[in-house]
């Protein structure tokens, strides 16, 4: 590990210097921030997920910087995704919880939050988790360069770098971006074919096979690899067509808390129900847990990361004699913010939370930003289930809450509160690792990677507030239109801790087979995540860890098989930027109202979109293969 992070060169060396925070990137990052919050709030809502902001954001930045204003410079490139991407993390920590305060509204409970509350709290969720990130930077980026394959900061550094060196290395990134793209719209836009397709089982009761056909999901499966993608399988197939249909065989006419009706009436809707009512609780207790045997497992290094941040700041703070690409922002100035925050959390009358509820934020700030951080490092940003960690943290914060006096309404305003922050921490701490890893292989400069990362983070903390209010008054949370799966998960987790109804034996499930998991010395993380999410996400990774065998199966020299795989990763990335980029202008449509403008009168079946995306990733091997002749 010593040897990778000592014979890495970065492309732009340390004692070379280039335009990198100047006024150019801020303003389009500052933009791309609010564009891509707005962007990511709506699709999240509508789907559960977020689309990674990164590539997007590093693809436009090329655009207008190089196309337009005729300017080289890669780590202003680099700069502009920094900024830009922290806009779509703080819509992902944002709408996973603070719908719930609108819901409780809507039922006359409480009163509308503010605009000033909802910045507030995704302003020092965002600046918590950049201040959390920032020590870890050494251990997890550079000790672990060529361990944590880091998929979408090391395809958003392939797509930099293959803007700044042009030829066929660009001329592959943008043909898999333009591919996706068409794809991308054709199939969501257009509706010309279903992006999803899936089976039950009918003598198999509880059971579903799926895939999402994408190809951001493709692309993120080859980047990661078949070992990390079939980690992610096998605990959706435990979910799926283990624990369903033995929930489907064994419940049959009970109701199994959370769900209001019988197992019977569930399947009515598919097994899919089942998975929303039971098997996420299940997955959220293995992620909480294999949260906490990532951290443990991490405690060494950590340590060894702030002993070396204070040997650091002894030695060297403000000191010249530290290579350009190895300064962090001063671990004093860290502390004294993160103090700050939670001063102000405790203090200020917007918060309803107390003192132990501010040092909650602290404690599972630190915790979540640490797993959050090594887990994009494993599966990627846009795998990262930050609901997941949030629910964990419900769990917790609501249980002393109560404890300590802090009941009813306030109580549950307090920890969706304190939910919110920790999601916002858990998804800003996983887009900076992203963006430092893509920093790392370019040559940024850290410190001023850092300060970006806040400056998105205050630009699209200043903008969600009236973007949340806008889809509220649009369509009304928890609709059709924009259902807020997560957030209604939230309010009902809370409601019920503090009403002592809670499906704590769903939860200890998923505790004790993440547990067995660990004991058969598997990743837990991935595993978990597998089991959370669902099935047919898992499976349109895994097909594209399957292309990743294929390719490097073949047989050849170790610098052609190294060729092909290079080329994958190329293409893969801007197939990742392609999706990206189709999904937020899809989602634009939607919110002006003309997405049903564009949808064709006729619809292939689901056959005709599993033929499809086969043939996607084919081009995809075949694309990887060209590698071979271009030697």
């Known amino acids: 590990m010593d040897n990778n992070k000592k014979e890495f060169k970065p492309y732009i060396p340390a004692d070379k210097v280039v335009p990198e925070f100047t006024v150019t990137a801020l303003l389009i990052g500052i933009l791309l921030a609010i564009v ?42 680099n700069m502009v995704q920094t900024i830009g991407s922290a806009g779509e993390s703080v819509a992902a920590g944002a709408i996973f919880t603070l719908p719930a305060l609108f819901l409780w509204a809507e039922e006359g409970k409480i009163a509308f939050p503010s605009i000033l509350s909802i910045a507030l709290i995704a302003l020092f969720g965002g600046i918590l988790g950049v201040c959390f990130m920032v020590p870890l930077r050494q251990a997890l980026i550079v000790e672990e360069h060529g361990t944590l394959p880091f998929p979408e900061g090391t395809a958003c550094a392939e797509v930099l770098l293959a ?24 199939a969501d836009g257009m509706q010309l074919f279903p992006s999803e397709i ?51 065989l064994f419940g049959g006419d009970a109701t199994i808390f959370p769900a209001s009706v019988t197992v019977n009436e569930l399947l009515v809707d598919g097994p899919s129900a089942l998975w929303a009512n039971y098997i996420k609780y299940i997955g959220a207790g293995a992620v909480a ?16 990361t702030f002993k070396q941040a204070v040997g650091s700041m002894k030695k060297n703070a403000g000191s010249s004699n530290q290579l350009r690409t190895e300064q962090d922002l001063p671990f004093p100035l860290l502390i004294g913010v993160i103090i700050v925050i939670a001063v102000l959390i405790w203090i200020l009358p917007i918060f309803p939370v107390n003192l132990i509820g501010a040092l909650i934020i602290v404690v599972f700030g630190f915790f979540f930003a640490t797993v959050s951080s090594r887990m994009v490092g494993l599966i990627g940003s846009s795998n990262n289930p930050v ?35 920790i999601c916002i921490v858990a998804a800003i701490a996983g887009d900076a690792s992203q963006d430092l890893k893509t920093g790392f292989i370019v040559g940024a400069t850290p410190s001023k990677q850092q300060v970006g990362e806040i400056i998105g983070v205050v630009a699209s903390s200043a903008a969600i507030g009236f973007v949340l209010y806008l889809l509220n008054e649009a369509w009304g949370y928890g609709t059709e239109k924009i259902p807020a799966a997560q957030a209604t998960m939230m309010k ?32 837990v993380m991935p595993f978990a995540v597998g089991m959370y999410l669902p099935f047919s996400l898992s499976a349109g990774i895994m097909a594209g860890g399957v292309v990743r065998i294929f390719v490097e199966k073949k047989k050849g020299t170790e610098a052609e098989k190294k060729a ?18 189709i999904g937020i202008l899809l989602a634009v449509f939607a919110v ?40």
């Open 592 to 631: 002006v109202k003309i997405d049903s403008k564009i949808i064709l009168p006729f619809h292939l079946p689901q056959v005709g979109s599993l033929v499809l995306y086969i043939a996607l990733l084919v081009l995809l091997y075949v694309v990887c293969m060209k590698a071979d002749k271009e030697k």
């Open 492 to 523: 009902m987790l809370v409601e019920g801790i503090m009403n002592e109804e809670l499906p704590w034996a769903m939860i200890l499930i998923g505790v004790f087979i993440a547990i067995v998991v660990e004991i058969l010395k598997m990743p």
């Open 387 to 421: 609901s997941g960690m949030t629910i964990a943290t419900l769990l917790f914060a609501t249980v002393i809450l109560k404890v300590t006096g802090t009941t009813g309404l306030t109580g549950m305003v307090g920890a969706i509160s304190i939910g919110g922050i």
């Open 289 to 304: 847990t294999g949260g906490i045997i990532s951290l443990i497992k991490s405690l060494p290094l950590i340590v060894r």
């Open 564 to 581: 092909r795989t290079d080329r994958g990763l190329l293409f893969t990335s801007g197939m990742i930027a392609g999706e990206g980029i």
């Open 163 to 186: 803007g700044e060196e042009g030829g066929s290395k660009a001329g592959t990134v943008f043909a898999g971006l333009g591919i996706a793209a068409v794809y991308k719209f054709l």
């Open 36 to 77: 891509f919050g707005a962007a990511n709030a709506y699709l999240g809502l509508l789907v559960g997920m977020t689309v990674s902001a990164s590539i997007p954001a590093a693809v436009i930045s090329m655009g207008i910087i190089r196309v337009i204003l005729r300017k080289d410079s890669i780590l202003e490139n």
């Open 198 to 248: 899936g089976h039950a089982f009918k003598n198999y009761s509880g059971a579903q096979i799926g895939m999402q056909v994408l190809p951001a999901l493709g692309g993120v499966g080859y980047i990661c690899g078949p070992k990390i993608s079939s980690y992610m399988f096998a605990g959706g197939t435990l979910s799926w067509f283990v624990l369903m249909p033995m929930i489907a």
